[in-house]
Structure formats: C-alpha cells, structure tokens
C-alpha cells in the first residue's frame, strides 16, 4: 500500500486533449482558467501558477522585496522550503517551535523570535490543518510583519470556515504528487493585493512589465514590454494547467475521500492511547494523516516503519525539525534541542497512508499492523 497516489480518470485526458489540440501549451486559456479556479475556490482576487509552491514561496519573499539583513521567523518543523524562500533572498530564516497538538507555529515561539529586523513571518498549515493565524495576525499586524502563508499542503483547507490562501498577505500552494491536487510539479501564489500581484506576475515572467509604445511602433505585429528588474521563468505550463482545472473540478470529492479516510483511522485508533492523532478540526483537508507514538523515540519510531514495511505498508516520518538539517544547523550553529517540541516531532511521527480510492480493508490492514508492531516494539 502506497503512502499517497494521485486520482486521475478521463477527466485529466479530456483536458490535455483539449490543450494538445488546442496547440496552445503554456501562458494560455488552460492556465488562466486554473488561476481563476483556484482565486474562487479560495476567495482571493488572484492567484498566478507557477513552476512549484518552491517557486511560489520564493517569488512572495521577492515580491515582499526581503532582502540581506531581514529576517523571516519560520516554525522549525515543516518542508525546508518554507525556510529556504528566505535565504534564496538573502534574508534569514529564524526558526521558533511548534504547538506539538498541531505541528504548527506556536505563535508564543513566533513572538519570540522577533527581533527589530523581522519582516515576514511564514505561516504552515502543516498536513492540511490551518495555522493558527488570528494569533499569528495579532502579532504580526502590530509591528508590520508581513504574512506568507505555505498554503503547501492546505488546498481546499479553511481556518474558521474560511479558505485559507488570502488570508495573510501571500498565500503558496503546491500541487506535486504528495498533495491534493497535483499537476505533477506546479504551485501558485494567492493574493489579494494588487501591487503584491502585479510584482509577482512580472518576476514569474522575466521580469516584464507592460511598456510605454512610442507611437511609429503601437502598430506593429509584436507586443512591447519593459525589462526593468532582473526576472526568472516560473511559468506554469498549460499542459500542467489542463490537469489542473479537471483536479479542481473534483476537489470536493478528493477532500472528501482524504476526510473518509482519516475518520477510518480516528475509529480504529482512537482507544490507543499509545499513539497521539492529528488535532481534530472539521477544516483539516488530511493532506496528510500523522500520528506520533506516545512512548519511546527515533529508534522505536524506525522500528515501527520497519514492521510496516514489512507488510508493504509504505510510510514516512512527518516532515523536518530544519534546524537540525545540515544547511541551518552549520550556517547558524544552530542547537536543534532549543526546538524541543520540533525535535520531538521529528523523532516521533509516522505519516500513514492516505489517498482517495483507500478502501476500509486498507484501513484494517494498517491498523491491525500497527497493533501487533506496536505491541512487539
Ligand atoms: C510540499 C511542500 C512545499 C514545497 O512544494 P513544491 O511544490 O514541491 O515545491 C513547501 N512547503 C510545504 C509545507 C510543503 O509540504
């Protein structure tokens, strides 16, 4: 059993025939109907796609205009993007701990990791499940630290019952296989800010920008922009974006089997009191399915995947603590142990499988092999 697999079906094929044929592959009808779908569905005024939500992170902190001397606090157990987006620019990544019953920022930590040179805060919603962003807003709004939000793995997440990706000042989603929705590679920065907008659709672009036509050319069979500022390529492809618009056009029904499946588990698992289950929110999307064990570290933890293993149940830890990978811990001489609950998290966590189409003798067999593992470790 696979930890996570994508669902496609005649829906994605339909849509790629319709790009192939169309003979329009990228920066075309398929993208801008994947960029309007994902605003509405997230109640932003734009959404542009891009490359990945790599891409997307690094085009928000260029866009935020970070730069040498800033500082981005970032909590230390999630994807180590969400720390490079910083260092990309030059800013740093500060990392504070994490709420262990949610495996998101703890805004306390947040609050203390502040220093006069903070400029942006990135909020995870880790696994699917929303950042505690009224806390984090509360800080942040006073002293003018901007808000990205990893939105990575919270498509079709809300926070309060609302969608979450416009709900700080940028939002970042990834659609890459482990996700809800996947085009393959892809992401897309979310926003309600026009300039913020305007900046990130010009970076993606080489940094173009609409030209003033002199007058003997505004006539001509070409289109006129203005290269004022360095600029990459973090397009999406419309082939991408074709698979895209037949995802969102599911996505309820991806949510909801993920919902399904993680009310399996909840029934299965919940007398345990051996293992610690995701926190209960009715806006978790379950783009992962973590547990922790309760008793014993990395060693049991391993052990246990092992077992799993061994009945072909495939698993992972939970993410990184990222103050202990290489990069950090070097560049910062960085003492991962100041992050306790981040290491914790990191020594501690299983992600279990979880995809639409996981049938409830999956859910048996995981379980019942996590019983007998669990027990003999
Ligand atoms: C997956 C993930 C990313 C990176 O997404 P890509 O599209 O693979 O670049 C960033 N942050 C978090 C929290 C993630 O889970």
């Known amino acids: 059993m696979q930890l996570t697999a994508p669902k496609f079906d ?22 801008q109907k994947f960029e309007q779908l994902i605003a509405e569905r997230h109640g932003v005024k734009h959404a542009l796609v891009t490359t990945s939500c790599t891409a997307a992170l690094h085009l928000a902190t260029m866009a935020l205009d970070l730069k040498a001397g800033d500082e981005v606090v970032v909590p230390a157990f999630t994807w180590i993007t969400s720390a490079h987006c910083a260092e990309y620019v030059g800013a740093r990544a500060v990392f504070a701990d994490i709420d262990l019953a949610t495996y998101n920022l703890d805004p306390a930590a947040f609050e203390t990791a502040i220093t006069p040179r903070t400029r942006a805060v990135v909020a995870v919603h880790l696994f699917g499940l929303a950042a505690p962003l009224d806390d984090i807003r509360a800080i942040a709004s006073r002293r003018g630290i901007a808000i990205i939000e990893d939105a990575a793995c919270a498509i079709g997440t809300t926070y309060d019952g609302k969608p979450v990706g416009g709900l700080g000042d940028i939002g970042c989603f990834s659609f890459h296989p482990r996700k809800i929705v996947t085009t393959g590679e892809g992401g897309a920065v979310t926003t309600n800010d026009d300039t913020i907008a305007k900046a990130v659709g010009s970076l993606r672009n080489h940094g173009a920008s609409a030209a003033h036509v002199p007058d003997d ?15 990459y390529n973090l397009r999406l492809s419309d082939i991408q974006a074709a698979v895209g618009v037949a995802q969102m ?8 089997e993920r919902r399904w499946v993680a009310d399996g588990y909840r029934e299965r698992l919940s007398d345990r009191n051996d293992i610690v289950l ?12 973590v547990i922790r064990i309760a008793e014993g570290g990395r060693q049991r933890r391993n ?18 603590a990222v103050p202990a990978l290489g990069y950090y811990r070097t560049k910062y001489g960085l003492c991962p ?6 290491m914790i998290a990191e020594d501690t966590s299983i ?7 996981m049938t409830a003798s999956d859910l048996d067999l995981v379980a019942e092999t996590l019983d007998r593992a669990l027990a003999a470790t």
């Not at 005649?10 to 993208?31: F, K, N, Y």
């Not at 006539?219 to 004022?228: D, E, F």
């Open 337 to 342: 142990q100041h992050f306790p609950n981040a």
């Open 249 to 256: 056009s599911k996505l309820d029904g991806l949510l909801a």
């Open 217 to 231: 050319e505004a006539v001509g069979p070409w289109t006129m922009s203005a290269y004022n500022q360095i600029g």
């Open 303 to 320: 052990a246990l995947m092992v077992s799993l293993a061994k009945r072909s149940i495939q698993t992972r830890p939970g993410t990184h």
């Open 10 to 31: 005649e829906a994605e094929i339909e849509m790629l025939r319709t790009c192939l044929s169309s003979g329009w592959v990228t920066q075309g009808p398929m993208s």
């Open 351 to 357: 992600t279990l499988p979880i995809f639409p189409g």
């Open 278 to 289: 995701p926190a209960v929110d009715p806006g978790h999307s379950y783009q992962s399915f």
